[in-house]
C-alpha cells in the first residue's frame, strides 16, 4: 500500500489543522493506522491509533482531547483533526500503515506516507 499525507501547514496557537493519509494500491481498512510525529532533535513519537478491527481511536496523552481520527472507507483515507493546536504540536507528522502492530512501535509499521509539516507559530 502507497501512503500520501497532507494537510499540513502553519497555524496560530489555538488553531485547527485536518491531516489527511490517502491511500491506494490495498484497502486501507485492512490495515492498522497510526499518525506519528518527529520535532527536530527528537525522536518519532505515536500520536494516534486506529485498528483494522474497529473501536476508538487511541490518543497521546500529550494530545487526548484535542486530537481526533477516523476512516473515510469509501474515499480510502484517514484523518487527523487536530484542534487547539500549541506549540509543541510542531513537527513532522507521518501516517503508517501494517497488520498486527504493536500500536506506537515505529518498527511494527511496514508503510509509511512521506509525512506533512505542522509549525504552530504566532
Known amino acids: 500500500v502507497q501512503l500520501q499525507a497532507s494537510g499540513g501547514g502553519l497555524v496560530q496557537p489555538g488553531g485547527s489543522l485536518r491531516l489527511s493519509c490517502a491511500a491506494s494500491?490495498?484497502?486501507?481498512?485492512?490495515?492498522?493506522i497510526a499518525w506519528f510525529r518527529q520535532a527536530p532533535g527528537k525522536e518519532r513519537e505515536g500520536v494516534s491509533y486506529i485498528s483494522s478491527s474497529g473501536g476508538r481511536p487511541l490518543f497521546a496523552d500529550s494530545v487526548a482531547g484535542r486530537f481526533t481520527a477516523s476512516r473515510d472507507n469509501a474515499r480510502n483515507t484517514v484523518y487527523l483533526q487536530m484542534n487547539s493546536l500549541e506549540p509543541e504540536d510542531t513537527a513532522v507528522y507521518y501516517c503508517a500503515a501494517s497488520i498486527n502492530v504493536t500500536p506506537y512501535y515505529v518498527h511494527s509499521y511496514a508503510y509509511w506516507g512521506q509525512g506533512t509539516q505542522v509549525t504552530v507559530s504566532s
Open positions: 494500491g490495498s484497502t486501507l481498512n485492512d490495515y492498522d
